[in-house]
């Protein structure tokens, strides 16, 4: 080698020569190239030239095959070439290379996984390459298969008791509501089915209670707790800090407020007109039966009211619109008491007789029925322009015997003895009008007449 050979411009324009001279014979192009490189340095170029490009000089030389590449995908030719016996073409060679850039791309910003991208070349005499890329992936985008289904709503209950806090013998009202739920049931103080919302009223209660409430819907089951506490009603004394009366047993009756403002022993033969009209408003009619004058009597220290026949009754009030002399009504901070004697057989009352207070204007000025027998038992009611509010039955023997009942009325709510023990309360809706005191027999279920259905009152005496 001359040195115009080891000119590097020089060498390859030769280079050039030998290779495009001896293109159909690679044999003899092999070995001729070997000579020219005997100069070391120029050995391991053309070492490096070859292993990495020869192939593709070749190619570009070549008319009869075209490579197509496409971007980001890696491509090479055999440097080894195989003759045919009946012509020389390049043998087909297909390389499987693993992308570098697709490798570090994960497919969803939340996919950590990496994807195999997989690229293969075809180049077969007298064919155009081609190059085929599939990505695959152990997940795909979690926008469309992982989608987590909306979880259903658990159920919900509000449930609350007024008032919380009672006397022996008192009420409360249950109210409840719920959300996503289709059954309820109770339990503690109370049982059976309930719907998913109302009230309940929980009467004559005597110790403190628990009302649970358990729902369950869809999305589960829930339950739910609210207390009511009860005192104990102690005989003689007010409820909850009123000043009432302090309230004794069915013989002693009230006391500790001195002298009443009104009192009728009924001691004498005959009734005190100058504080009763002996029927309503001259012989009106009252529960079924006209009221007469000769069905009421005074005797053995006892007002005797008598239903005579199914038509015929009896009736006194302290209202001077009806007959009374001095026109006595009761209004807020008043204690109505009386001693009276039922017709009945223990638990059950005969016909319809009543003890109670009413205004001249009805239902505006309310009505407060102490103790009403009616239908066979013996209730505490009261009606007002909020319509009726009728009590429970109060368990006990109140037919055939004596007993005393009693009203404290208060500004806004009522509470009802029967012998010293409170046995109702109540809100109110008559603004605390005027109301006189009212005392009847008239006909109900029973059908009972004569001494068998004579209502009898030891007395009757008002505080305030």
Known sequence: MNNKDKDPLNFFTNLGDVALS??????????????????????VITAVIVSAGLGTVVGLINTNHKQVNTPGTKTSTAVGIKSSPSNNTLASKTNTVVSPSIINKPTTSTNLSKPTTTST??????????????????????????IIPPSTPPPTISLSSSPSSITSG??????????????????????????????????????NSTFILSCSGAGGIVSASTNVSVTAAIDGCSNAGVMAPCIGSSTTGASGWGTPVFDD?????????????SSWYGGGTMNNVTTSSSNVSVSGG???????????????????????GTNFEIG???????????????????????????????????????????????????????GANNGPTVPGNWGGS????????????????????????????????????????????????????????????VWK
């Open 332 to 386: 807020t901070g008043y204690y109505v008491e009386g001693k009276i004697y039922f017709p009945g057989n223990g638990p059950t009352i005969y016909n319809w007789p009543a003890f109670w207070t009413s205004g001249p204007t009805w239902p505006n000025d309310g009505e407060i029925d102490i103790a009403e027998g009616y239908n066979g038992t013996l209730t505490s009611n009261y009606h007002s322009t909020s």
């Open 302 to 324: 006892n007002l005797v009211l008598t239903l005579a026949s199914s038509s015929s009754g009896a009736l006194v009030d302290t209202y001077s619109g009806s007959g009374a």
């Open 170 to 207: 008192g009420s409360s009202t249950i109210s409840w509501s719920t959300t996503n739920t289709t059954s309820c049931t109770a339990s503690g103080a109370w049982s059976g089915s309930q719907s998913t919302s109302g009230t309940h009223l929980a009467s004559s209660l005597t110790t």
């Open 22 to 43: 001896h293109s159909n014979s690679p044999t003899k192009l092999t070995v001729i190239l070997a000579k020219v490189l005997s100069n070391r340095l120029w050995l």
């Open 265 to 277: 022993e009924f001691n004498g033969n005959s009734l005190n007109t100058n504080n009763w009209a």
């Open 121 to 146: 070349n075809t180049n077969t005499t007298g064919s155009t390459t081609n190059n085929t890329t599939t990505t695959s992936s152990s997940n795909t985008n979690s926008s469309n298969n992982n």
């Open 402 to 461: 004596w007993h005393i009942y009693g009203v404290d009325r208060e500004n806004g709510v009522n509470y009802i003895y029967w012998d010293g023990k409170l046995v109702r309360q109540y809100a109110t809706n008559d603004g605390g009008a005027p109301e006189y005191i009212i005392i009847n027999v008239g006909s109900g279920n029973t059908g009972v007449y004569g001494v068998s259905s004579q209502v009898l009152v030891d007395y009757v005496r």
